[in-house]
């Protein structure tokens, strides 16, 4: 099989674990406010909306009748899971050697576009991306397949030119795959059992890649 001409990466959790970074910066959150044995982490985990950090935090304080310390609680959510987020061990290094190689390599999140291009500067991998698709980029967001194709237009290449890995099967695997592209699950950054063929650590990721 030849070399992809491109690969596309999902963000959080693919390439750096913000599972981790949550957990940790709401771990400190709860104990701050007395209430380390709490339910906050778990709320953290189950939620995925845009504004989910300041509406379960909103949520949690009033219930603990300490909403006056939200703005306080705030600052110290985001600036340690911030001090938090560093790449996997090897994504660095696997993204400067598929530049390298001449491989083309894009984003697709679905985060906030602040936030998102925050966190890949925090990573330090900004300069190894030729586009970085939010949902400002086309008004549209994953799993809708056509993010995909529209992502593939700009990179220049067909859907069977280009690998997307993401830990997400139903919005990184299974809509790339429905836009015709080879996908790879990344099961490393997820909790949930990978399919078959997953990829357990990132380190796997040059093999999967078929680099020389």
């Not at 709401?26 to 701050?32: D, F, K, L």
């Not at 950090?53 to 609680?73: G, R």
């Not at 299974?174 to 399919?195: C, D, I, L, N, Q």
């Amino acid at each position: 099989m030849p070399l992809p001409r491109a690969v596309i990466f999902d963000l959080d959790n693919t390439l750096h674990s913000l599972i981790a970074a949550r957990l940790t910066a709401v771990s400190a959150v709860a104990a701050w406010t007395g209430n380390p044995e709490g339910d906050l982490p778990f709320l953290f985990l189950h939620n995925d909306k845009p504004a989910m950090v300041e509406d379960v935090l909103t949520a949690y304080l009033a219930d603990l009748h300490k909403s006056e310390h939200l703005s306080a609680a705030d600052w110290l959510y985001h600036t340690l899971e911030r001090s938090c987020i560093t790449p996997f061990p090897g994504i660095p290094d696997l993204l400067a050697e598929l530049r390298n190689t001449g491989i083309r390599l894009a984003v697709i999140t679905n985060s906030d576009p602040a936030e998102a291009h925050l966190r890949l500067e925090l990573l330090g991998i900004t300069g190894f991306f030729d586009h970085v698709v939010t949902p400002d980029t086309f008004g549209i967001k994953k799993p809708d397949p056509a993010v995909y194709q529209k992502t593939l237009d700009l990179l220049g290449v067909t859907a069977g030119e280009a690998v997307m890995i993401g830990d997400r099967l139903d919005r990184d695997v299974t809509p790339a795959r429905e836009a015709g592209m080879r996908a790879v699950h990344a099961a490393y950054g997820s909790f949930k059992k990978g399919e078959n063929g997953a990829v357990q650590s990132p380190g796997e990721l040059r093999n999967i890649l078929l680099l020389p």
